[in-house]
């Protein structure tokens, strides 16, 4: 039996871990999800990749780990954290031939997002459905 | 270790702020930098006081090994709790460990200049 085939971490799950379990598709885009223990808290860290608008990644960001935090407070699970860092790349293009500057704006950015959570009293299994829910709902609306 | 290293010999600083993941044991890291970098650490722990009687049993033996080595214990948010619930709060945290020094705090009014003192040992 290969290490990929089934869940035991016998191999680093790191951010270049190519292995199905290390990573969830959803709308287009890859996310990168690890889950870990750490002194009796399920630990979950997710990294992904999307051009979208801004505003509307904003919104999203905002309902979609609120839905996440009410899901996990249902299920009885206590948030130690759930933080998420989006870093913004966008373009914008300035010419001119004559007298007249005329400026470009990109409609879309590129959004590298990470979303990480601390989560007592919960299993790994569920908070990795909760994970994987919210990352599903960012890809969605952002697609 | 290698960060608050590289931190003092790039940077040299009068302070270095660590802030750890709510799962950290501070004492243990204050153990740490000590045998390692032979550096001398204040440990304050921020407590939520909205959020205490719901987490502070079934969390209560992490919650106990991170209050354990603070120096000064911070009960943020008192403008979501009553009188009574603090009393009962600050009773917790000082069975816990008596002689750690706490005090109330709330983020939507401005830090009480004593507090910071007290956070960095000045009073």
Redesign the interface.
Known sequence: MSNHEHHHDHHCHDENCTCEHCHFESHGVTFHLSMDL????V?ASAKGHLQTDHGLLQQTMCLALKRMADRITAEGG?I??IKSAVEIHSVEGYSITSDTVTMELSPTVQAHITVNA?V??LETECLEEQMKVCLAEISKANQ | MDSVYRARQELDPEWLIVET???AYPAAIRENLKEALDMDCRICILTDASRWG??FL??R??LSGQIEGADTVLINKIDLAEEDFLQLMEKDIHDINPSTQILRCCATTQVAPVIWDAIIGEV
Do not use: K, S
Not at chain 1, 38 to 41: L, R, S
């Open positions: 750490h002194d009796g808290a630990v206590i130690g954290h601390i007592f009293c | 993941t709510g799962v719901r987490i079934p969390l033996p992490m």
